[in-house]
């Protein structure tokens, strides 16, 4: 029986439990008045050692089996049914790619523990809030890769996301490249919807694609894209690799924001500067609430009736009485 879907059509019928402490109070009463002595004797000492037969012993049983009777009979008046619950889910649906800076600047720690880190971090966050879109990941340096295509599977999403890191790819910051290849992932999603999220924190120097390019690609497809370049004002300090091992060096941060604010405002989007974790967290979710998805969801509750056992056992228990009470247990008074 399934007890976390168990309910009642009728409850009140268990106020009819009241009645059991008054039969059992009634029960002892008309004992102690049959076990009343009806004659008088001057000792009780040779009857007392007559052990008492068995008919005497588990004479009880009979009230017992008429108590579970009276349970057994309440609950299946109280209708005990057993919910299922069905549900519809009908959505818009989004498809989002995340393109995602994976150059050798990402590593710098003006973000806790470097900025490719904290972009992942934020990025599982996102990826949980938005359950019933698909989302795919697209990584770029001086090369663009997808990661992982659209899926609605987040399961595997996040695994690729927590693999992300720097060094797999040739170095330099391709924005054209990144954003040309998420395009690429949406150009044939049937979505209402269609949402690249572009994070970088240089400046376009290298790839076999022009930003202006891609941007125009998106904007034939009519595909939103939100910008976000990442890095704190001024100076930030980097893991530079020295004939001493790695040492941390400060190098200002340059971050192309005419281009990314280019890419933004042309095709709907929004262009966002994140200056630290929590300014990063807190764009991904305006980005959130921005690109809301229209979930309507339909429950269907489905009962199956379960008094029957109920009333079988009712019936057998006061049957078992009756039964016994004019056969093994029967009085010759």
Avoid at 193 to 217: F, K, M, W, Y
Avoid at 256 to 284: C, V, W
Avoid at 291 to 304: D, M, Q
Wanted: aromatic content about 8%.
């Amino acid at each position: 029986m399934d007890w976390k879907h168990l309910s009642f059509a009728h409850p009140f019928y268990f106020g009819l439990l009241l009645l059991i402490p008054f039969m059992i109070w009634w029960q002892r009463r008309t004992g102690r008045k049959a076990d009343s002595p009806a004659l008088r004797l001057t000792t009780l000492q040779g009857i007392q050692r007559i052990k008492p037969s068995f008919r005497v012993r588990f004479r009880p049983v009979l009230f017992v089996l008429r108590i579970i009777a009276l349970v057994a009979l309440i609950i299946a008046l109280a209708r005990p049914q057993s919910s299922n619950v069905t549900e519809s889910i009908d959505s818009e649906g989004i498809d989002i790619v995340i393109s995602l800076d994976v150059s050798g600047s990402m590593l710098a720690e003006d973000f806790k523990p470097n900025r490719i880190e904290a972009a992942k971090n934020v990025a599982l966050n996102f990826i949980d809030q938005r359950p019933t879109d698909r989302i795919g990941l697209v990584i770029f340096a001086g090369e663009s890769f997808t990661q992982c295509p659209i899926t609605i599977d987040h399961n595997v999403l996040k695994e690729q996301v927590s693999q992300v890191k720097s060094g797999v790819l040739v170095d330099g910051t391709s924005i054209g490249m990144g954003l040309a290849t998420a395009v690429d992932r949406l150009r044939n999603s049937k979505a209402k919807s269609r949402v690249v999220i572009l994070l970088t924190d240089g400046v376009n120097n290298t790839g076999l694609i022009d930003p202006n390019t891609a941007l125009e690609i998106a904007k034939a497809y009519k595909i939103r894209v939100y910008t976000i370049g990442i890095g704190t004002q001024g100076q930030a300090p980097y893991p530079v690799q020295t004939p001493f091992g790695t040492q941390t060096q400060m190098m200002p941060v340059q971050i192309d924001e005419p281009l990314l604010k280019q890419m933004a405002t042309q095709t709907g989007g929004k262009y966002f500067r994140a200056t630290g974790n929590r300014s990063l967290a807190a764009i991904y979710q305006e980005i959130d609430k921005m690109e809301k998805t229209r979930v309507e969801i339909s429950s269907y509750k489905h009962y199956a009736e379960l008094f029957f056992p109920f009333a079988c056992i009712a019936i057998i228990c006061l049957g078992a009485e009756v039964l016994l009470r004019y056969t093994l247990f029967r009085s010759i008074t």
